[in-house]
């Protein structure tokens, strides 16, 4: 069956790197479109970036373009997000998900989602 499971996160300092992995199995993710999403506890959660299945153009929230970068290794169906500059405010548990989405920064069109990982940018 479909599943997604993510995992690079941990504790890093402000300024600092950090690498995610989005690991797929029982699917192709090269035919899917995989998004980036973040969540704070009490809050919605956000779209980060994601890269489309259709032509693979990527897209990224306002709050992380220029520091996220994602992309997809077909050979290992596994999509990364490398993260540069962390700032406290990235602090969330991040999430990867599948599906055809119109609008790929947007939930609502993802027909799977990974457990989470927790990412914390703290001194």
């Known amino acids: 069956q479909v599943q997604l499971v993510e995992s690079g996160g941990g504790l890093v300092q402000p300024g600092g790197s950090l690498s995610l992995s989005c690991a797929a199995s029982?699917?192709?993710?090269?035919?899917?479109?995989i998004g980036w999403f973040r969540q704070v506890s009490g809050k919605e959660r956000e779209g980060v970036s994601c890269?489309?299945?259709?032509?693979?153009?990527?897209y990224y929230a306002d709050s992380v373009k220029g520091r996220f970068t994602i992309s997809r290794d077909n050979a290992k169906n596994t999509v990364y997000l490398q993260i540069t500059s962390l700032k406290p405010e990235d602090t969330a548990v991040y999430y990867c998900?599948?599906?055809?989405?119109?609008?790929?920064?947007?939930?609502?069109?993802?027909?799977?989602w990974g457990q989470g990982t927790q990412v914390t940018v703290s001194s």
């Open positions: 998900a599948a599906g055809n989405p119109w609008f790929c920064l947007l939930p609502g069109g993802y027909a799977y």
């Open positions: 029982g699917f192709a993710l090269d035919y899917s479109t």
């Open positions: 890269i489309s299945s259709s032509d693979g153009s990527t």
